[in-house]
């Protein structure tokens, strides 16, 4: 894959948010309009137009799966976790932001680095899906999973799941203090532990290896949640009302948390 050069952005270090306090982007605006619509058969999928440049530049597409789920939830957290990589490098961290689902049996999960998938619910990849995403993790790809309820009903689904996408896999816990998961908790931002949220939301995040590379990351702690905004980023308030919680100093100081182990979390993954 192409964008496999861009490991080397891993080493770019994270400054400070951007000296004029810019926050309103075009492009940000944009993405985080919700353009996640259910498809109800009565019309052909459409898609834009216009082709989208994606050399040289970094992102995650949404999974919509074949089986019932709420896939589109959280439609602001992925344009806000963007945005926010894009702040802390001032603006030269080369990313795009698409925030519509995606067909695990559309060739074009080919063109991009990380595929993810979150819901609330209980779920099963049909059985083609699940070949063209065997296909996808080996010629490099990564699966993100994120339970949107925290350690519920989804997390249920995923060892039976990571058996057929990768028979005999073993979930490995991501801790801080094995060797082999040290850079999730390095590789930008030096972090002593996950952020301390409900405990429902504290569990380690786990691996299933493919090929001797963590193929598929699992974060069970709903951490699209936090990325997500109840109201733009100001110069004053970088990370934005959160949608799910009021704004005060601990859930802000937590959101920012969650941040820095997420985009160790992009970092570990573009590398490993």
């Known amino acids: 894959m192409a964008w496999k050069s861009l490991i080397l952005l ?14 309103q982007a075009d492009w940000l605006t944009e993405a985080s309009k919700s353009k996640l619509k259910h498809f109800d058969g009565t019309q052909p999928a459409k898609r834009s137009d216009e082709k989208k440049d994606l050399r040289g530049k970094v992102t995650i597409r949404r999974i919509k799966p074949q089986c019932k789920s709420d896939w589109d939830n959280d439609p602001t957290a992925l344009p806000y976790f963007f945005y926010q990589l894009k702040l802390r490098t001032n603006g030269k961290y080369p990313c795009y932001v698409d925030n519509e689902g995606i067909s695990l049996l559309d060739d074009e999960i080919y063109d991009y680095p990380i595929i993810y998938f979150t819901s609330h619910y209980a779920w099963d990849f049909s059985e083609e899906e699940v070949e063209n995403l065997k296909k996808y993790l080996a010629r490099g790809g990564t699966l993100w999973l994120d339970d949107c309820s925290g350690s519920g009903p989804f997390m249920d689904s995923v060892p039976s799941n990571i058996q057929r996408i990768v028979p005999g896999a073993e979930l490995k816990p991501m801790l801080r203090e094995t060797k082999e998961f040290f850079d999730l ?50 110069a004053l308030n970088p990370l934005g009302n959160p949608a799910h919680a009021d704004p005060t100093p601990t859930v802000q100081s937590l959101r920012e948390e969650v941040y820095q182990i997420s985009i160790n979390w992009l970092f570990y993954t573009l590398t490993h």
């Open 185 to 234: 908790f390095n590789i930008v931002y030096a972090l002593k532990a996950l952020p301390a949220l409900k405990e429902q939301f504290t569990q380690p995040f786990q691996a299933a290896y493919l090929n001797g590379r963590p193929a598929i990351l699992i974060c069970p702690n709903d951490y699209g949640c936090r990325w997500e905004v109840a109201s733009p980023p100001t």
């Open 10 to 23: 891993a080493a770019l270090a994270l400054p400070a948010a951007a000296e004029d306090g810019t926050v």
